[in-house]
T-cell receptor
Framework: NAGVMQNPRHLVRRRGQEARLRCSPM?????VYWYRQLPEEGLKFMVY????????ESGMPKERFSAEFPKEGPSILRIQQVVRGDSAAYFC?????????????FGPGTRLLVL | DAKTTQPTSMDCAEGRAANLPCNHS???????VYWYRQIHSQGPQYIIH???NNETNEMASLIITEDRKSSTLILPHATLRDTAVYYC?????????????FGKGTRLSVIA
């Protein structure tokens, strides 16, 4: 059973460009979370999605950031007009549909570097 | 903000048991204790979780005090590959998925 997959693993963008980060959840998981880890800091929750729905986006910056989890295909975290402060590791986690205490399993992350 | 308090760092000799403490004095009755670890530059790895009973799996044991205000993660025979930051997290269970709130964790260094 493949784990959570993220691509690309490393992404370099210049200021003002767009960054698209992809996350494929574990097989059978319909819930996806995105977390961000700034250099030398802890992980911070960004957004929680189910298929075609955003459940909780309380951790998302108000501008330039968006996320989706379409019916088909991976979840996408999109950052428009990137700035240097967006340089960070972005981790995706997935869990099955809620039916008790669901464990989240993390992918290897995408390391975004904004030049 | 994280609802847990952990020591900033700990050392452990290779082959010995590593005991990582966590205080969660404001834990609610429906909150579980989760442990994750993050080895350098990798994604967080789930270790174990529990509600009030002690738990054991192939990776570790989790000991939760009777009043549930603190817990200890035990790695029975630490190896160099266990060097990582260990996060203790409390999270509501049984009411659907909720985000994990990570604190600063404990940086465990296993020494040869």
């Amino acid at each position: 059973n493949a784990g959570v997959m993220q691509n690309p693993r490393h992404l370099v963008r210049r200021r003002g460009q767009e960054a698209r980060l992809r996350c494929s959840p574990m097989k059978g998981h319909s819930h996806v979370y995105w977390y961000r880890q700034l250099p030398e800091e802890g992980l911070k929750f960004m957004v929680y999605l189910q298929k075609e729905n955003i459940i909780d986006e309380s951790g998302m910056p108000k501008e330039r950031f968006s996320a989706e989890f379409p019916k088909e295909g991976p979840s996408i975290l999109r950052i428009q007009q990137v700035v240097r402060g967006d340089s960070a590791a972005y981790f995706c986690a997935s869990s099955p549909a809620p039916d008790g205490v669901e464990t989240q399993y993390f992918g290897p992350g995408t390391r975004l570097l904004v030049l | 903000d994280a609802k847990t308090t952990q020591p900033t760092s700990m050392d452990c000799a290779e082959g010995r048991a590593a005991n990582l403490p966590c205080n969660h004095s404001t834990i609610s009755g429906n909150e579980y204790v989760y442990w994750y670890r993050q080895i350098h530059s990798q994604g967080p790895q789930y270790i174990i979780h529990g509600l009030k009973n002690n738990e054991t799996n192939e990776m570790a044991s989790l000991i939760i005090t009777e009043d549930r205000k603190s817990s200890t993660l035990i790695l029975p025979h630490a190896t160099l590959r266990d060097t990582a930051v260990y996060y203790c997290i409390v999270r509501v269970g049984g009411s659907g998925n909720t985000p994990l709130v990570f604190g600063k964790g404990t940086r465990l260094s296993v020494i040869a």
